[in-house]
């Protein structure tokens, strides 16, 4: 009895799944990973976002790597301006 329960259950989900490799098997998919590199800010999008906040004469000085790098003015002083290339987010400082 207990057998023949076992050849239903077996035949109910299907031989190819047990006979299937490991690695071909379907992996967990990870909602951070996948939206990565879809949601990072580009060296265009992060200078207009400086412009946006009041910075005038915006130049840029690297836009490689995590971190995009610019100067702008606001109110006649001179700022460093760094973006953050994955969350978009701004660090101003006084030059």
């Given at each position: 009895m207990k057998t023949t329960l076992a050849m239903a259950i077996?035949?109910?989900l299907g031989v190819s799944a047990?006979?299937?490799p490991?690695?071909?098997?379907?992996?967990?998919?990870d909602p951070f990973w996948d939206n990565f590199?879809?949601?990072?800010?580009?060296?265009?999008?992060a200078r207009?976002?400086?412009?946006v906040r009041g910075f005038t004469k915006v130049v840029t000085k690297?836009?490689?790597g995590s971190t995009y790098?610019?100067?702008?003015?606001?109110?006649?002083i001179r700022y460093n301006i760094?973006?953050?290339?994955?969350?978009?987010?701004?660090?101003?400082s006084k030059m």
């Amino acid at each position: 009895m207990k057998t023949t329960l076992a050849m239903a259950i077996v035949a109910a989900l299907g031989v190819s799944a047990l006979a299937m490799p490991a690695d071909a098997k379907q992996r967990h998919r990870d909602p951070f990973w996948d939206n990565f590199f879809e949601d990072r800010v580009n060296c265009g999008q992060a200078r207009y976002e400086v412009a946006v906040r009041g910075f005038t004469k915006v130049v840029t000085k690297n836009c490689a790597g995590s971190t995009y790098r610019f100067t702008g003015n606001r109110n006649g002083i001179r700022y460093n301006i760094s973006v953050s290339a994955r969350t978009g987010h701004l660090w101003i400082s006084k030059m």
